[in-house]
Structures are given as C-alpha cells and as structure tokens.
C-alpha cells in the first residue's frame, strides 16, 4: 500500500474521531438542562485566553502545520515515481487492448500470430482464381512507416488488396482509441533492428528462387485446376450412383423388417416392430450386412481424390452382427457400431450435398473453372515473373550477374509487392517488373525523368515519402512510401536503385 492511502487513513479516522467527540459532549450537554446553554455561557476570559491557553492553541498549530509541511514534502519526493506508474500502467492495459483488439478485428488471421506476416485468401480479379495474398509482416512495422502512416493502414485499408478499411473513417468498425491501442500493441511486438535487418537474405534468397521455380509453379497450378475440372464434369456422374442411397438407407434402418428404436431414430424415423440385434448394438443383423454394401457403394462412387470433397476411410463400414464395436478409432479404442453409423451418415450427407450442388449447377461451375485454366495457361505462355538477369547486369551493372541478381531479389522483396502488379498473389499473377500496383510504374526510364541526380532518388528511397510533401521533380508525397533506411544498408539500396533506373 502507498503512503498516500495511510495519510488518508489517518485523516478519516481523525475526522471520524473527532465527530464522535462534537457528538458525545453535546448529548452529554443535553442531559443536565439546569446549565446555562452554551451560547449563553461566559467563555475563557481575555486574560487568561492570551495567556497559556492562546499560546498552547498557537504552537499545536504551529506543530500540526509543520507536521503537514513535512508529510506533503515526503508525499511529494514519491509522486515522479507515482506518475511513471500510472502512465505505465496505462499503457501496459494499451498493449492488452491492442492484443484484443488484434484478434477482434482479425488482424491475426491474415498478419499471424505476433504479427510474423502471413496471407490472406483472395479472388483474384482477372482470373477468378482463389489464391493466397501476401500478407507483410507487422513486427518490424515502425522500422518501414511512421506511427501515423500506420495509422493510416489501418483505417484506411489499402484499395484493391485484401487489406481492409478497418477504421471508422474508413468505413470500418475501429474507433480511434482501438486504433491506438492496436498501435501500442504492435509496438510491444517489434523485433530488434539487427533481427529485422537479418531477414534481407533469406528475403533475397526467398524472391529469387521464385524467379527460378515460376514455370513449376504454375504448372503445379494448372494441373490443380485441370483436376478441379475433371471433377466437374465427373460430377453429375458420380452423383448418379449415389443419388438413391439416402432413400435407401432409410429403409435400412427404419424399414418394417431392419430397424431397431435405435437406428431408426438416427434418420429421424419411428421402429413400431423391431428386427433381431444379435450383438445389440442398437442395429439390426440385416442392416448390418445390408449398410456394409451401401457404404461399399458410396465409397466407390465418391473415392477420395476428389477437390470437391473427399471422403475417408471410415466410410467403409465393416459392421458385423455379431460383434459390437467393429472398428476402431485412431487411438485404437473401440468405437460402438451405432456410433460407426452415425458417422457415416454425416459423412455421406456432406459428400451427397455436395455432389448434389455440383451436379445441378454444373453449368454455372465450369465456365469459371475454365476460364481461370485459360488464363493460367497464358500466364505460363506469357512467363511475366521471368527476369533477364544477364540483360539488366549489362544495362545497369556494368556486367556484373551478382548485383543484378540481387538488386532484383532486393526489389521484389521490398518493393514489388507494391510496384509490380499482381506481385503479392503469386507468380502466375503477377505482371511485369516495376509495372506499378498501389504505388506507381516505374519503368520507361521514369525514374531518370523524376530523380535526374542519382543522390535524390536514393534519399527517397532510405527516408520514403511524406504526406503532401514534393519529391523528385514532380512527386507529392502521400506518406504511403515506406522508407527503407532502417532495414536496408546503403550499398543495397544503390543496387535498388541503379536497377529501377534501368528498367
Ligand atoms: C483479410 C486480411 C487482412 C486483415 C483482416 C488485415 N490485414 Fe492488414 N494487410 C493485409 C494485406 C494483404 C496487406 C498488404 C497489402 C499490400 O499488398 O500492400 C496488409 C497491409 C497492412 C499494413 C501495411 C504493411 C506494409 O508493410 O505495407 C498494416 C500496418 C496492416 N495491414 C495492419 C493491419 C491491422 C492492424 C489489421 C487489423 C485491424 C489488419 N491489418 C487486418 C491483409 C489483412
Ligand atoms: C507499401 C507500398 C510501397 C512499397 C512497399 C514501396 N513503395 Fe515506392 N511508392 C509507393 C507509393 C504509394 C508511391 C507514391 C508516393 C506516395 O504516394 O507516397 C511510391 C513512390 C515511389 C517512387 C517514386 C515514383 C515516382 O515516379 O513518383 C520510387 C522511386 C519508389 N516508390 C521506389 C520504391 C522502392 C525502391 C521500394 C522498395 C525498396 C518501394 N518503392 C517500396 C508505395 C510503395
């Protein structure tokens, strides 16, 4: 406990003390009314009030005001420390907010746990192919913006990523309070600076192998969506020979010479005569043999290659009439046939649904499913992720392959995501080089016409741009260039920014 509640303790127990004096004299008072009443009554007379007693009342003044002098003096020494406390206990609460709030608005679905970085599910607009978004990561956030350009992130979103309007300017739901409370979070979460600066390798490393192993990628990619064609159009077949099994197996366990109260309450059915259960595990020796058949069929029909919903092992039942528990569960433990059963209808009741749906609409499924394998294989034809290496080490750096390969990884791993459309949704999307996305095309010599002198543009490039501030010759700023000169050194940035000047 803190000085200040014992000072206030005695204060209150002093107070209440002398109250409960006032109160006890005055009843005292009332209890012989042949007194003169109080006010009537002559006081201490002047010679003696200006004697002992005036002088006794002044120094226990005198006394309790030095006492109180000294008390605030002490009271006070401790107050710096006080205030420290409570503005770090503030943001202590700040920071757990921001990490509520972190998971409430899903900031952690796309940007991971700890703000490590990560993706987000996205249709990508031209193809109409799911693919994963690129999601930066948010630990070394300040060493890249300012707070208000994080700010700004975060209310604002960024149009035409996945990134949404989170605030409520924006059109989202954050106030400002839980906007700057998630700032306090992910500034809790910033890594050191060495570490930030320790990932630019394996960053470069990263990008350039994606260069490398482009063609795979999309190949691997279009083969999936050649598969997801093929289930298409297999669909309607394979819903065919399973089309009858749920009136099927509702005979089977609800049927007049096959049901138990047991089964028959599973598909929500009334047993009025039940059949013999040998082992009585609630279904019958009849519907036993007879649902090893059905689901024997089902799991033949559906298979389990499928993209449009693959079913297990477990749909292949192998009950038998004289034994309870069948099967077994992962662990080994027993599981009861009735339980078995059960499984299997809601296994079989999605996988039916499901080639249902894909049957009946089959025609609306295709078209698109074609038309992403279209664009995939002009993707491939077009090959846009491709880098002449030997090309830009000749136009740029005199030569030399080294520099050009890693001015390029440098470029795609901290720039292209914003200046190479397409970049962040992954090769077979992405466009080419310095195309420019949500920040400007830099290509057809642009850059020598906005920095003539070489120095500006690598001064841009370390501090970044700021709201409404000029850059370049005819640049204005909006702060949504981040500034690389925490993260990057120098020579690399030379290597960024001798490459943009050639593209
Ligand atoms: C649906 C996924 C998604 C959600 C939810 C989401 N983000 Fe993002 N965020 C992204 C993507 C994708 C980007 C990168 C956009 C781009 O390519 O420029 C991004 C970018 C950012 C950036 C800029 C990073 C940089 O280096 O340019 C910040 C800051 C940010 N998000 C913070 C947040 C916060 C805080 C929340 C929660 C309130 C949040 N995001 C919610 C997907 C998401
Ligand atoms: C988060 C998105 C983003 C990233 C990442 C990014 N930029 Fe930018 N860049 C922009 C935006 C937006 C502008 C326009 C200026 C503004 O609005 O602040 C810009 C402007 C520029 C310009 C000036 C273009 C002109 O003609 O006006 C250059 C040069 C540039 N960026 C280079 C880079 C380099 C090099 C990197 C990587 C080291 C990079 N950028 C990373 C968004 C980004």
């Known amino acids: 406990?803190?000085?200040?509640?014992?000072?206030?303790?005695?204060?209150?127990?002093?107070?209440?003390?002398?109250?409960?004096?006032?109160?006890?004299?005055?009843?005292?008072?009332?209890?012989?009314?042949?007194?003169?009443?109080?006010?009537?009554?002559?006081?201490?007379?002047?010679?003696?009030?200006?004697?002992?007693?005036?002088?006794?009342?002044?120094?226990?003044?005198?006394?309790?005001?030095?006492?109180?002098?000294?008390?605030?003096?002490?009271?006070?020494?401790?107050?710096?420390?006080?205030?420290?406390?409570?503005?770090?206990?503030?943001?202590?609460?700040?920071?757990?907010?921001?990490?509520?709030?972190?998971?409430?608005?899903?900031?952690?679905?796309c940007h991971a746990a700890g703000g490590v970085g990560g993706g987000a599910e996205y249709i990508e607009a031209r193809s109409g192919l799911t693919t994963t978004w690129a999601a930066p990561s948010l630990n070394d956030i300040f060493y890249r913006y300012s707070e208000e350009e994080v700010v700004s992130v975060i209310v604002f979103g960024r149009q035409g990523t996945p990134m949404p309007a989170a605030g409520l300017e924006g059109g989202g739901a954050m106030t400002s309070q839980e906007v700057d409370q998630t700032i306090a979070y992910l500034r809790s979460i910033q890594i050191p600076q060495a570490e930030a600066v320790a990932k630019v390798e394996s960053a470069v490393s990263q990008a350039v192998n994606r260069i490398s192993s482009g063609a795979d990628g999309v190949q691997a990619r279009i083969a999936e969506q050649d598969e997801e064609i093929a289930d298409i159009e297999a669909a309607p077949g394979i819903y065919s020979a399973i089309a009858d099994l749920p009136v099927t197996i509702d005979d089977v366990l609800a049927g007049a010479e096959t049901c138990t109260e047991a089964s028959a309450e599973l598909v929500s059915l009334p047993c009025d005569d039940p059949a013999v259960d040998t082992d009585r595990d609630g279904i019958s020796d009849d519907a036993e043999r007879r649902l090893n058949v059905i689901a024997a069929r089902a799991f033949d029909a559906v298979g389990s290659g499928s993209t449009i919903i693959t079913l297990d092992g477990s749909l292949e039942l192998s009950l038998a009439a004289d034994d309870a528990f069948s099967m077994a569960d992962a662990t080994g433990e027993p599981i009861a046939d009735l339980e078995s059963v059960s499984e299997f209808l809601r296994l079989f009741g999605t996988a039916e649904l499901s080639y249902r749906i894909a049957a009946e609409r089959q025609d609306r499924f295709l078209p698109p499913a074609e038309a992403g394998l279209a664009y995939l294989e002009e993707s491939s034809e077009a090959a846009e992720w491709e880098v002449d290496f030997e090309t830009i080490a000749d136009v740029a750096f005199g030569g030399d392959i080294d520099d050009a390969t890693r001015a390029v990884g440098l470029f795609n791993s901290y720039c292209a995501r914003c200046h190479t459309a397409g970049y962040s949704a992954g090769v077979a999307f992405q466009q080419d080089e310095g195309s420019g996305a949500w920040g400007p095309a830099l290509t057809d010599g642009r850059m020598l016409v906005q920095f003539p002198d070489i120095e500006e543009h690598i001064d841009f490039i370390i501090n970044g741009a700021n709201w409404a501030e000029n850059y370049g010759v005819n640049g204005l700023g909006s702060g949504r260039m981040p500034g690389f000169g925490q993260l990057l050194s120098r020579e690399d940035i030379e290597l960024i920014v001798k490459y943009e000047r050639s593209m």
């Not at 002398?18 to 006010?39: C, G």
């Not at 006081?43 to 309790?64: F, G, K, M, P, W």
């Open 1 to 109: 406990m803190d000085f200040g509640a014992v000072v206030i303790t005695f204060a209150v127990a002093g107070f209440l003390l002398w109250a409960a004096y006032l109160l006890t004299t005055s009843r005292t008072k009332d209890l012989q009314p042949e007194e003169t009443p109080q006010n009537l009554a002559p006081y201490v007379s002047d010679d003696e009030l200006e004697n002992n007693r005036l002088t006794r009342i002044l120094a226990s003044a005198v006394v309790a005001a030095a006492a109180l002098a000294a008390v605030m003096a002490v009271y006070y020494i401790a107050e710096a420390d006080r205030q420290a406390e409570a503005v770090e206990a503030f943001h202590e609460r700040d920071v757990e907010e921001g990490e509520h709030w972190y998971e409430h608005f899903s900031c952690i679905e």
